[in-house]
């Protein structure tokens, strides 16, 4: 019943390498937002895209959101140790501002140096 | 700048026992949000706030209430604990109109 859902669950990398990062939702979006985080810590917004977004940068985080195919990707670029976590992606399903967020399963990534 | 607050930050309790949970959204924000992250899980809405008034409701068992107060602080009640209801609990906080949710760092909850 989740409305996202990520792949791949797990990714190892080396250090410098990039890594993408999947999402998939069923339901019609306002936005689409990626979160980060450490492991049992809290969760920390990276990047908003709206649904009338193909592509948004944040430093070194690229991500792309496509409506049609109902589907997201966080890309991040020359990864480093400290990089490791797990992300989630998560939906609004509305324009106003008090929606909650619907998160998916994540992704752990784990960024070897 | 000034981040979310919750308190106690982890807490151990008998099965059948009570618990509450506190939140202190950053200054200003006037929407408050309750998650509750499982182990090796996604977080799952609970319940939210708006101006002291609840908002929305989420997949937040019969067993827990919670509510906000006229200082914006929330607070989460949860009643006969089952072991199922150990996890972490975050509160998120935002300003009415702005789409970013802001956690904090979490509480978490082992039911033993």
């Known amino acids: 019943s989740q409305q996202g859902e990520e792949d791949p669950q797990a990714l190892s990398i080396q250090e410098g390498e990039n890594a993408t990062m999947n999402c998939s939702y069923k339901?019609?979006?306002?936005?689409l937002q990626w979160y980060r985080q450490n492991s049992g810590r809290g969760l920390v917004h990276l990047i908003l895209i709206r649904s009338n977004e193909r592509e948004k940068h944040s430093g070194r985080l690229r991500v792309t959101l496509d409506t049609s195919k109902k589907s997201s990707s966080l890309l991040i670029t020359a990864s480093r140790a400290a990089d490791t976590a797990s992300y989630f992606c998560a939906t609004a399903l509305s324009s106003s501002g008090n929606t909650p967020l619907v998160f998916g399963k994540g992704t752990r990534l784990s960024v070897i140096a | 700048a000034a981040g979310v607050i919750q308190s106690p930050r982890h807490l151990i309790k008998e099965k059948r026992e009570t618990a509450t949970l506190k939140c202190y959204p950053i200054p200003r924000h006037d929407t408050v949000y309750w998650y509750q992250q499982g182990p090796g899980q996604d977080p799952q809405f609970l319940i939210s706030f708006y101006e002291k008034m609840q908002s929305d409701k989420g997949s937040i068992p019969d067993r827990f209430s919670a509510q906000q107060f006229s200082d914006y602080h929330s607070e989460l009640n949860m009643s006969s604990l089952e072991l199922g209801d150990s996890a972490l609990y975050f509160c998120?906080?935002?300003?009415?109109?702005?789409?970013?949710?802001?956690f904090g760092p979490g509480t978490r909850l082992l039911v033993l």
């Open positions: 339901t019609s979006i306002n936005n």
């Open positions: 998120a906080s935002s300003l009415g109109g702005l789409e970013t949710q802001y």
